[in-house]
């Protein structure tokens, strides 16, 4: 199971950015998906994450402005970003929780990471 994230880059403060996560390969389902993200020098956090059933769970430092959704047809998972502010600066990870057949277990499989920079 391979992540493919996109859409990071440069914006201003205020701005908006929408990151997409597309899982490929062996697939036979996915659970929960997800956002992470690590400012240099910090720890990796959990910014949002999805359920299969569409529950979503949110950072309190990011509620209000992000918005997580998925297309499971797709298996991708996007996050919509508004209101950016420079503290938002950091490489944001995808994951997934996902299984390669239905007799296997749940792995969590990662994304390589996309750049987003808030920055006039």
């Known amino acids: 199971v391979q992540l493919q994230a996109s859409g990071g880059g440069l914006v201003q403060p205020g701005g908006s950015l929408r990151l997409s996560c597309a899982a490929s390969?062996?697939?036979?389902?996915?659970?929960?998906m997800g956002w992470y993200r690590q400012a240099p020098g910090e720890q990796r956090e959990l910014v949002a994450s999805?359920?299969?059933?569409?529950?979503?769970a949110y950072a309190d430092s990011v509620k209000g402005r992000f918005t997580i959704s998925r297309d499971i047809a797709k298996n991708t998972v996007y996050l919509q970003m508004n209101s950016l502010k420079p503290e938002d600066t950091a490489v944001y990870y995808c994951?997934?929780?996902?299984?390669?057949?239905?007799?296997?277990?749940?792995?969590?499989?990662w994304g390589q990471g996309t750049l987003v920079t808030v920055s006039s």
């Open positions: 999805i359920t299969s059933g569409g529950s979503t």
């Open positions: 994951n997934a929780d996902a299984r390669t057949a239905i007799w296997a277990r749940y792995t969590t499989y």
């Open positions: 390969g062996s697939i036979f389902s996915i659970n929960a």
